[in-house]
T-cell receptor, first 112, second 113 residues
C-alpha cells in the first residue's frame, strides 16, 4: 500500500538556521503531494503542495520540490524563526481515492 | 466562512459511556473523514465518507460508528468508550476532485478514564 516516511524528530535548530525535513513516499502512479503544519494545540493547516513532477510548492518561506525519480518531497526553509516551531506532516494523496496518507510527523523546535 | 467545526473541544468519559463527536463543514465538500492522533503514531484514519449516505472504514475503525445523512455533517460515535480511545480526534473535509488538500477542524481532546 501507499506509505510515507519522514525523518524522525525532534529537529532542534537555532533561529535563522537552514531547515530540511526529508520525506519519501511509495505510491501508485503520480500522487499530488502536500505538507501540513500543526502548531501546538491546533489542527493541521495546509502549508504547500505540488501536483506533478518537478513542481515546486512554496508558502511562508518554505519550499518543497516534487522529485519523481527519487519519490521525495523534502521541505526546506532558508532561515527559520521561533514561530516555525510546530509538527510538520508530509502527505501524498492517493489518486484513486483522494485519501491523504500521513506519516508520523516531524517536530521542529526553533530556539532563539 | 467557518470551515470545519468540531465540538466539543474537550471531553472526559468514563469507561463504557457513549458519546458523539460532532463535525460540520460549510464548504459543500463531498469528502469528510475522521482521524485520531496519538503520540508517535501520526494521524490514523478511522472512517471516511465520499458523500451523503456513503461511509467506509479507515485503518482503525473498531469501536467507532459514523453516518452521513447530510453533506454538512459527519458525526463520530463511540458506543462504549475504552481507555484505548483516549486521543485527539480530527475531522477533515475536501472536495472529491482536484488537488485542494484537506481542511481540518481544531480537534477534540478525549480522555477515557
Amino acid at each position: 500500500g501507499n506509505s510515507v516516511t519522514q525523518m524522525e524528530g525532534p529537529v532542534t535548530l537555532s533561529e535563522e538556521a537552514f531547515l530540511t525535513i526529508n520525506c519519501t513516499y511509495t505510491a501508485t502512479g503520480y500522487p499530488s503531494l502536500f505538507w501540513y503544519v500543526q502548531y501546538p494545540g491546533e489542527g493541521l493547516q495546509l502549508l504547500l503542495k505540488a501536483t506533478k513532477a518537478d513542481d515546486k510548492g512554496s508558502n511562508k518561506g518554505f519550499e518543497a520540490t516534487y522529485r519523481k525519480e527519487t519519490t521525495s518531497f523534502h521541505l526546506e526553509k532558508g532561515s527559520v524563526q521561533v514561530s516555525d516551531s510546530a509538527v510538520y506532516f508530509c502527505a501524498p494523496q492517493e489518486g484513486n481515492t483522494g485519501k491523504l496518507i500521513f506519516g508520523q510527523g516531524t517536530t521542529l523546535q526553533v530556539k532563539p | 466562512n467557518a470551515g470545519v467545526t468540531q465540538t466539543p473541544k474537550f471531553q472526559v468519559l468514563k469507561t463504557g459511556q457513549s458519546m458523539t463527536l460532532q463535525c460540520a463543514q460549510d464548504m459543500n465538500h463531498e469528502y469528510m473523514s475522521w482521524y485520531r492522533q496519538d503520540p508517535g503514531m501520526g494521524l490514523r484514519l478511522i472512517h471516511y465518507s465520499v458523500g451523503a449516505g456513503i461511509t467506509d472504514q479507515g485503518e482503525v475503525p473498531n469501536g467507532y460508528n459514523v453516518s452521513r445523512s447530510t453533506t454538512e455533517d459527519f458525526p463520530l460515535r463511540l458506543l462504549s468508550a475504552a481507555p484505548s480511545q483516549t486521543s485527539v480526534y480530527f475531522c477533515a473535509s475536501s472536495r472529491l476532485t482536484g488537488d485542494y488538500g484537506y481542511t481540518f477542524g481544531s480537534g477534540t481532546r478525549l480522555t477515557v478514564v
